[in-house]
């Protein structure tokens, strides 16, 4: 959705400003993961040819168990760090058994809140 494509962009946007080493990629299929997962964001670092960080955006309602699976995946192909970016209006912080195994697995996890007003808007 073009939400979720604005999420990507401004999350990405935020991570470079403080990320200076690193490659950071939207959307990249990488061999590691065989074409079964294409996490949203990652950040990949090009001396050890490794990602160490996957960003996920959750705008929609999904189950929680999606949400676990899609986790232990990265988990379970060695990435390093995972964090999760959910919908403020989604209520996702709501969801204490979400966050009761984030905590668990030590990823961490966000809110976006997007603005009433376009681009066009502010133009």
Sequence with gaps: SKKHLLAKADLMKALYQRRSKEIIVIDEDFK????????????????????????????????TEQIIERNNFYIQNDVDSVTWWFDDAAKWHENTTLKNYLFEKDCRYGLITFRTSTVEDVI
Aim: aromatic share 6%.
């Design 32 to 63: 590691t993961f065989k074409g079964e997962r294409i996490p949203d964001i990652s950040v990949f670092d090009s001396t050890t040819n490794k990602i160490i960080e996957v960003h996920e955006i959750q705008l929609s309602q999904i189950a």
